[in-house]
């Protein structure tokens, strides 16, 4: 494989290496090679399955003083961090998120004009217009205009060439190895940047932070985040970030592929009705609060049930009240006829939606509001929406918990330098993205802010990995 003054890529010494090509590792690459930086991108994945789970992504939550072409209203610095303050209870490194946050604005200005297209502020369930921009055409399209900016400052890839090991001695790399067609070659770099994503993919690593669940999950997006790069980097002594079990985990539809199923798999129906385990019981409040605030714990509430199965179940008013998901509802005209296509009891599911619907409060409910129509003397309670599970036909759909993307990373100061465990910089070596969002997010999750992280941490990688060299 040749760059474009036909030299052979593995055999040039580079300026930078970046592993990875998803959002972070592009918005670094673009960074160094616009500083003049000779920069090559290694990438696992085949060309048409680049981009990690960068492709699968919709939008990116960023700070805006007034309405935009692209976002309503305004959404402040502070408006921002205390929403990140609430769903990190402050398990967060404030620097860096406040980093974060601060940079998110430029980040957007930068990437529009480096191409990438939103589309115009939405309005719909989700109320993320005054918060999100949305890409035109999703991650994907995001993902594209990217790589051939990269391509137009000089930027080389590499796809299908997995990175296996980094050649770190007292925090500096000279080399990393890489096996592309089924050969390994070692390959120099003056800098690099790892960008290569999370640990979801690889199952095995999730069983140490979950124990068996782990084994039914389903992966959301590409399963060539397998960890490779964060195992070699936690090896060389760097310092660990976040926890073996956070991560941001959904409830999808059990009949989604093991990955790479992306959003489409979703179900947002759990405010709409009762959720079941498989020995038929509710065993949490379904109508806590507006859907897109509470859907990232769903995965967890299901991954600790027995077997990590849940059923959702509405009936035929309470299925045309959200988005429908890719696979089409079981249905049946009895709640115990839904229960045996299910697979649960029919007689305890039964039981348990009568009383529900005994529960229930009179009237109408108002799914735009939180409603307050809360069940009464039931355990769980359903505190909004409730109403009763009463005209057939009726609907269920199986849950299994859908990991997005792992937190646990290694520890960067606000250079994206990767620390290592004595506390000091690597010399020569940089993280961004996913491998490191454990810094800012060390437990919930805000839509959007995965995307920010990356982009804002990618351009600082970059523009310092070319500092470093004096470009
Ligand atoms: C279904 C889904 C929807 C999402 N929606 C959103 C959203 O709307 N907004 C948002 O902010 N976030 C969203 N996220 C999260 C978001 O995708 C991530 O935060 C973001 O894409 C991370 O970017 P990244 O560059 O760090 O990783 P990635 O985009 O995953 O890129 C990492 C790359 O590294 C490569 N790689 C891994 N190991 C190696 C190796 N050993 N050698 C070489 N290459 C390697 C992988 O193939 C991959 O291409 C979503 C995630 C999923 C799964």
Redesign the pocket.
Known sequence: MLDSNSQPLFEKSWDIVI???????LCAAITAAERGCSVLV????PREF?????R??????SVHDEPTDVMTDRYTFEEYWDDLMRVTKGVTNEPLAKLTLESSQALMEWLIERGVRFQKALSGTLNLNHTNAFFLGG?RAMLNSLCRFAESVGVNFVYE????DILLENGFCESVDVTWEGQSYRVRCKQLIT???GFEADLDWLAEGWGDAAKNFLV???P???G??LRVLLDCGAQPVGSLDQC?AVAIDARAPKYDG??ASRVDGVPFGVVLNKSAKRFYDEGEDFWPKRYAIWGRLVASQPDQIAYAIVDSEGVERFMPSVFAPIADDTIEGLASKLSIDPVAAKNTVDAFNAACPDGPIDQMSLDGKATKGLTPEKSNWSAPISKPPFFGYPLRPGI??TYMGVAVNDRAQVLMKDGKPAANLFA????M?GNVLGQGYL????????GVF?RIAGAEAARVLNR
């Open positions: 592993i990875g090509g998803g959002n972070a590792g290694i990438e696992t994945a680049r981009g990690g789970n960068t699968h992504t919709r939008n990116l939550r991650g060439a997995e990175v296996t960008a290569s994503g959301r997006g590409t060539y985040n397998k490779k790069v941001h992306g959003i997005t993307f961004a993205g996913e491998i969002a839509g959007g802010i995965g995307m920010t992280i990356g990618g």
